[in-house]
């Protein structure tokens, strides 16, 4: 299936997500019959991680002029379910899908293969899949990000806060959810960032094979932590709130080590006193762009089964400059590296196959370019 940028599509969705000065869409044209109706299909971590799924709520609420705590059109025109085990999958999607939504849209690869089996059956019906580009049905409008990108940048923060701190022999730390492509991207972006800074510093990776046990990271960062490891970048839903949670803790403690975020800015989740979190910097990826555009196509008539990227050029990902222990001059260096990836200056491998082929870039990770 062709893929395209969302450069060459926003123009079709008719509205500019990027800019602080996007327009809303207009709340539903009444209580009765919403001008677009909207079912959020999400795993068991639902929209209270944080992070991926509550980015993609985010978008929903945007969409119809709604916040986090001022949900009006909810039942009306959107609502979520949450899956609590991945037999339900597939009687979820019928559901919605029974109940004519106007768009279905389901978060991450886990879905991939119910969609691929229930879309066929409801040819009229329109479905997004945020993080999936192999389920090729005319009915299905994917999302994929350039996640490599975003995390090159904050790899690239990482390095160069320890290089300021005066960090000797530094270690850096990854902790993924489930092993596959896209968890693979966030790990050898971030990598490949910090190597472009510090080339002899050490890398260490961890995968709960699970998205909702911040347990399991919180015990893999107090170990990292207390053996020198200076940064930590999760990239694993749910589970990666433990990352957070022990390095606020160590913080606290006077302890110099820091949590890196992941998809929303997660800032906030770091706070461990007034103005001070734990965590340097989020990469975020814009999860509530697409399903924002998702949407907007939906009301415009614009709506196809295609591939949609969504990359550093397009605003699809980027990092988070809300701590101010990152330091102005910082940010404007990974701003610099950042411009350099949008004109095309440095590219950044989104394989592990491909990043092995770098010098220096270590082969005894855990990621996996296929599922």
Not at 132 to 140: G, L, M
Not at 184 to 190: P, R
Not at 331 to 339: F, K, L, N
Request: glycine content about 10%; proline content about 4%; charged content about 20%.
């Amino acid at each position: 299936m062709k893929k395209f940028s969302i450069v060459a599509l926003v123009a079709v969705a008719a509205v500019t997500f990027f800019g602080c000065n996007a327009k809303k869409a207009a709340p539903a044209a009444s209580a009765e019959k919403p001008a677009v109706t909207v079912r959020l299909l999400t795993d068991a971590t639902g929209i209270d991680d944080k992070s991926f799924n509550a980015a993609a709520w985010r978008g929903i609420l945007e969409f119809y002029g709604d916040t986090w705590d001022k949900q009006t059109q909810k039942g009306k025109a959107y609502d979520v379910v949450t899956a609590q085990t991945q037999d339900l999958y597939i009687p979820n999607l019928k559901q919605a899908s029974d109940e004519k939504y106007d768009l279905i849209v389901v978060t991450g690869f886990t879905w991939a293969d119910a969609l691929g089996e229930v879309a066929p059956k409801y040819p009229n019906q329109k479905y997004m899949i945020v993080d999936v580009d192999w389920v090729n049905a005319p009915n299905v409008m994917q999302v994929t990000f350039s996640e490599h990108e975003g995390s090159y940048l904050v790899g690239v923060a990482a390095a160069l806060k320890a290089k300021a701190d005066g960090i000797k022999n530094p270690k850096f730390g990854f902790i993924g959810g489930i092993p596959g492509p896209v968890i693979t991207k966030f790990e050898v972006g971030y990598v490949q960032g910090i190597k472009s800074v510090l080339p002899d510093a050490q890398i260490v990776d961890y995968y709960a094979n699970d998205w909702g046990k911040p347990e399991l990271a919180k015990a893999q960062a107090k170990n990292w932590y207390d053996s020198g490891v200076y940064a930590i970048f999760s990239a694993a839903g749910g589970t990666g709130n433990g990352t957070i949670a022990q390095a606020k803790e160590y913080r606290s403690q006077g302890k110099n080590v820091w949590a890196i975020g992941v998809d929303s800015d997660q800032y906030e989740d770091g706070l461990y006193a007034e103005g001070k979190s734990a965590v340097l910097t989020s990469m975020l990826k814009r999860v509530e762009t697409a399903t924002k555009y998702g949407l907007e196509t939906v009301k415009s008539g614009a709506f196809k089964g295609s591939v949609v990227v969504l990359d550093t050029k397009a605003g699809g990902v980027g990092f988070s400059t809300k701590n101010p222990d990152l330091g102005a001059d910082i940010v404007s260096q990974v701003e610099a590296v950042r411009a350099k990836i949008v004109a095309g200056e440095v590219k950044v491998a989104a394989t592990y196959a491909d990043a092995k082929k770098l010098p220096g870039f270590p082969t005894n990770l855990q990621a996996k370019d296929s599922q």
